[in-house]
């Protein structure tokens, strides 16, 4: 039964990340590696919204300087930190203003990094253009978390 | 006996592997000129991924390639020309020339040029992002990957197809008036009438069909053969190869069946 | 903070994408209308009816001539209700100037190639002619000549090889004389014991000579034969009718070789009744008159048949032109 329900669950994300309800930051979801992180993060309300480049791009833009990684917008993938590389997907998933953005997994997106107050302090910058925004995490790192933030969802 | 089983399963799957990649090509084909029929399919960023696909595959590579085709157009007209003076049928020099060069070769050498060079680039950055996962990173992202990386290079590989053929066969035609009647224009009504034998509605038809088909097909089959890469990294080498090999056959395809309609 | 406006990795990407998009239309438009006028779809034209007995190696859309310059081409072309061929000539208004009332259509094919339809107009002043006419396509067909031809050389090759075969009249006549000379030959000695002087046997023996150079020359005509045979061969096309004479001049030469050979058989036979005389010597002295005169007469008789050959050999050196100047001189 507990599989059943887990797979109905799992095909219920499906379906919401398909309806661009949920946005996923994961370490399986790559950016576009012929793109700088500027136009990754540009793309998605050129094509949610369609605009103009320009407008896109000044959208996306806005968003790096609130996370105060305006530096990193003409790198393309291969040239990325980890961090960096990490901001450019939250950011994508955060233009796109979902009502859900899952961190699926934030050890592999930052492996170098005590990552748990990282994510936390670059979410609380980005909060006015957060819905909800929950942090799946294995059970073993819960030690890293503070108690005040604790993550969403232990597998 | 179960040898003889063993080998007719073993057919047996490579043909539906060969069916399915086919079907699956056609099929790709039919959405994308589909999509790109749809007004609604192109926004800033598709837009820009066709214009840098026609610089890349056409802008690029358009000095170069006139020169080239230039130079082999003008030693075929040659060839012809004399030959058909040798055997005291001049008459018909110009009109085989035509036939040859606009018709046939040039399209077809024009296709085969951008096959080896755009196609293969296609099927390289379709395949390895497919197997990084970039592409269901987009459609995860709500981002139609077929409008933004699949249509626009199939728009643009057409276009460029079209376009390079264009000048090519343009300037073919320029060369054999000059290598026919020399420097000088009052032949012009001379040309006229055997371009007017040549080129009937019909043949005009066919070129425009050909070079379109031509186009879809050193897209169409370099992104559909990346589509299907399985997702590991040692596939990256294998998807091309198979993808050109395809891409051979189908243009070569195409050439034979407007041959066999235009002359059987 | 504004966003820095980066240079784009490629510069002007829309002006040269707009360039290659624009010229390719403007190229693909210019060629389509440029074929659509080359095809005469923006100049008028005015018909024409050609009338053929039959129409082979004409197609759809080949072009009429006029003095080698193409100013109509065929539009449509049907079997009529009379079993002839009606060809519809499309023929652009600034070129139908070339054609009037008077004006004649032919249809020309050749071995190489296929078929022409020519205009000739021998009077430009004439009134023009009217749109819609009907003429009538003549055909001249070099082709259609070659078996008529061919049969003709088989029939002149024919007489050849009957002329100069084994059993034919002028091998024969060539055979015989060789006998007869055969014979001649050899016998000087006993003539001149027989005619008792030089001089007299010398007259014999020059006649007998120019029997024999009057032998070479028939055998130089007889070569002759065989190479124009050669040059019959290796030329089809000479003209006809000159086999036809030599063959009666042969005949006339078998006619003189008779006369000739009866002339010598004379010799023979006096040269007989000398071999006979000469076993019995005594006899001789009573003979010898009657001998010098039948000598006498068979001189003229040799002469008279050696200036008969001789004419009729310039007479086929005249008839044959390639035959080399040939002379019989009498000594």
């Not at chain 1, 009502?99 to 936390?120: E, Q, W």
């Not at chain 2, 992002?129 to 990173?137: D, P, Q, Y």
């Not at chain 2, 186009?215 to 399985?230: K, N, Q």
């Not at chain 3, 010398?202 to 007889?222: D, P, R, Y």
Request: hydrophobic share 50%; glycine share 6%; aromatic share 8%.
């Amino acid at each position: 039964m507990a599989d059943a329900a887990q797979h109905l669950a799992f095909m219920a994300a499906q379906t919401a990340v398909a309806r661009g309800e949920i946005a996923l930051v994961s370490p399986e979801m790559p950016l576009r590696a012929n793109l700088s992180v500027l136009d990754n993060i540009a793309l998605i309300p050129q094509y949610r919204t369609n605009l103009t480049y320009d407008e896109a791009a000044d959208q996306a833009w806005g968003l790096l300087v609130t996370a105060g990684y305006q530096d990193s917008h003409t790198k393309r993938d291969p040239d990325l930190s980890h961090a960096e590389r990490c901001v450019a997907k939250l950011l994508r998933a955060v233009i796109g203003q979902p009502p859900i953005i899952l961190i699926d997994r934030p050890a592999m997106l930052l492996p170098d990094t005590h990552y748990p107050p990282f994510l936390f302090a670059l979410l609380e910058k980005l909060a006015e253009h957060l819905n909800n925004c929950e942090i799946v995490d294995y059970q073993w790192n819960q030690p890293l978390y503070d108690a005040r933030h604790p993550p969403s969802i232990i597998e | 006996m179960a040898f003889v089983t063993h080998f007719f399963i073993r057919r047996g799957a490579a043909f539906l592997t060969t069916w399915r990649i086919w079907r699956d090509t056609l099929l790709f084909a039919g959405r994308a000129v589909l999509t790109a029929c749809a007004p609604t399919a192109y926004n800033s960023a598709t837009r820009t991924v066709v214009m840098k696909q026609i610089y890349f595959t056409a802008w690029q590579i358009l000095p170069g390639f006139t020169l080239f085709a230039a130079l082999l157009s003008y030693v075929l007209i040659q060839i012809v020309v004399t030959t058909a003076a040798k055997f005291g049928l001049s008459d018909y020099a110009l009109e085989v020339t035509m036939r040859l060069l606009v018709l046939e070769l040039l399209p077809l050498i024009t296709a085969l040029f951008v096959a080896l060079r755009s196609s293969s680039a296609i099927n390289t950055e379709i395949a390895l992002m497919k197997i990084n996962g970039e592409i269901e990173a987009l459609e995860s992202a709500c981002v139609d990957t077929m409008r933004l990386e699949f249509m626009p290079r199939v728009i643009g590989g057409m276009i460029s197809v079209l376009a390079l053929t264009a000048v090519t066969s343009v300037l073919a035609l320029v060369l054999a008036y000059l290598a026919v009647y020399g420097w000088q224009t009052w032949s012009l009504p001379d040309f006229s009438r055997v371009m007017g034998k040549v080129f009937d509605n019909a043949v005009l038809f066919g070129i425009l069909l050909k070079s379109l088909t031509f186009g879809l097909a050193v897209t169409v089959i370099p992104v559909a053969e990346g589509m299907a890469t399985p997702r590991k990294l040692f596939m990256a080498p294998i998807s091309v190869l198979r993808g050109m090999v395809r891409l051979f056959f189908a243009l070569m395809l195409i050439e034979v069946a407007s041959l066999a309609f235009k002359y059987i | 903070m504004n966003r820095p406006t980066s240079t784009p990795p490629i510069k002007n990407l829309e002006l040269k994408v707009g360039v290659l998009l624009v010229s390719t239309v403007l190229l693909a438009a210019g060629f389509v209308l440029y074929s659509l006028y080359a095809r005469g779809a923006f100049h008028r034209t005015q018909s024409l009816t050609l009338i053929a007995p039959e129409a082979e190696g004409v197609s759809i859309g080949m072009p009429m001539t006029f003095s080698g310059f193409p100013i109509g081409e065929v539009k449509r072309m049907e079997l009529g209700e009379d079993g002839k061929v009606r060809l519809e000539i499309a023929i652009p208004t600034k070129d139908a100037r070339w054609l009037r009332e008077n004006s004649v259509f032919t249809l020309e094919k050749s071995l190489v190639g296929g078929a022409k339809i020519k205009a000739h107009t021998a009077n430009l002043a004439d009134k023009p002619l009217a749109a819609g006419a009907a003429r009538t396509l003549i055909t001249g067909d070099a082709t259609q000549e070659i078996p008529v031809l061919i049969e003709r050389v088989k029939t002149i090759l024919n007489n050849v090889a009957d002329m100069t075969g084994k059993e034919s009249h002028i091998n024969q006549t060539l055979a015989n004389i060789q006998n007869v000379t055969g014979r001649m030959t050899g016998e000087y000695g006993v003539m001149e014991g027989v005619l008792g002087g030089p001089e007299k046997a010398h007259q014999v023996v020059a006649a007998l000579e120019k029997a024999n150079t009057l032998l070479a020359s028939l055998n130089g005509v007889s070569l002759k034969v065989d190479g124009v045979l050669a040059k019959t061969d290796s030329r089809v096309f000479g003209p006809e009718g000159v086999m036809d004479q030599a063959h009666q001049s042969i005949a006339k030469v078998n006619g003189i070789l008779g006369d000739a050979r009866e002339s010598l058989k004379k010799a023979d036979a006096l040269l007989a009744n000398a071999q006979s005389a000469s076993a019995d010597l005594p006899k001789i002295t009573g003979n010898v008159r009657a001998a010098t005169a039948d000598m006498t007469q068979l001189r003229t008789e040799i002469d008279d048949s050696v200036r008969k050959v001789n004419h009729l050999i310039n007479e086929m050196n005249k008839k044959w032109p390639f035959a080399r100047e040939v002379e019989i001189t009498t000594p």
